[in-house]
């Protein structure tokens, strides 16, 4: 399985154009890491933005696995799904497929293990909780951690919540803040597989937004915060920084709409490993 701190190339819906300073901002920070980026075809609308939610995981480098991309919350706006499969053979991907119901947003790759939140079981009523685990770890090869969903977050996604650090490490959001009850059933759910970090802002008073900062978009060297207009974007980028010493770190302006409308830059973006040409100066 890849997992984001290995990716060099990130593909974009053109329906990202519907926000054009996100779009200028992050190609901008981008190029100026020369990360080879590309748009994904047959996604123009924007209703098709969120391209990490339907395009396929990254099991290896030339190997994808295609999931059944039907969230219930779309149930009645099946014109926010593209043609996804056949965006997959325009891109000339091999894919292994299943016809289990999940979305990319709710699948954090930690090295061995995976993080989802348990509403996998609830988008798939008619398997065994046991048999989806199974069939899903057998693909990633890694173990399949499950958190509880957060209800006040309606998609189910995982990577608005914790983000892996490498090694047995995880990042939580600032569940400290603004939900204390929840942050000890994540705490619980997490604490027998990771050692888990914490970010946090000392206020409540931007609960409602501030979950984004941690769907930051992270490549093999650089990470992409974020930027909400809000004077927790320091604290978010100091902290992030500190947890990821390793990783050239900058945040993107501008990102305040597209949050609003219930995704930040993981959700905009599919990273991927693959071959790419390098400039002269990075051979």
């Known amino acids: 399985m890849i997992c984001d701190n290995q990716t060099n190339k990130v593909f974009l819906s053109k329906g990202l154009m519907h926000y054009g300073r996100v779009l200028e901002r992050l190609l901008s920070n981008l190029s100026g890491w020369s990360v080879e980026t590309q748009f994904l075809p047959m996604a123009d609308s924007k209703k098709h933005v969120w391209a990490r939610d339907y395009m396929p995981i990254q099991l290896e480098k030339d190997k994808f696995l295609l ?9 009645g706006f099946e014109d926010f799904i593209p043609a996804y499969p056949a965006i997959c053979k325009d891109l000339g991907l091999d894919c292994v497929t299943t016809d289990i119901v999940m979305d ?6 930690c090295g061995n293990k995976v993080i989802m939140t348990d509403k996998i079981l609830k988008e798939n009523p008619f398997k065994f909780y046991r048999d989806i685990l199974s069939e899903l770890e057998n693909y ?9 969903w957060d209800k006040y977050e309606r998609y189910g996604h995982a990577d608005g919540m914790v983000r892996w650090m490498g090694g047995n490490t995880v990042l939580l959001n600032n569940y400290v803040d603004f ?5 000890k059933e994540l705490l619980k759910a997490l604490s027998g597989h990771f050692s888990v970090e914490e970010l946090s802002y000392g206020s409540n008073r931007h609960a409602k937004v501030s979950w984004a900062y941690i769907n930051f978009l992270q490549t093999n060297r650089c990470i992409f915060v974020p930027g909400l207009g809000i004077e927790e974007d320091v604290m978010a980028l100091e902290q992030i920084k500190k947890h990821y010493p390793d990783y050239n770190a900058f945040l993107v302006d501008d990102c305040l709409p597209l949050v609003r409308d219930g ?8 990273n991927i490993l693959a071959d790419v040409q390098l400039n002269p100066s990075e051979a």
């Not at 990319?104 to 790759?109: I, L, M």
């Not at 173990?143 to 509880?148: A, C, N, R, Y």
């Not at 939900?179 to 942050?183: E, H, K, M, P, V």
């Not at 995704?263 to 599919?270: M, S």
């Open 140 to 148: 990633f090869q890694a173990q399949i951690v499950l958190i509880p």
């Open 179 to 183: 939900d204390s009850g929840f942050r």
């Open 67 to 75: 999931y059944r991309y039907t969230p219930d919350y779309l149930k």
């Open 263 to 270: 995704g930040a830059l993981n959700c905009v973006t599919w």
């Open 104 to 109: 990319g947003g709710n699948v954090v790759k």
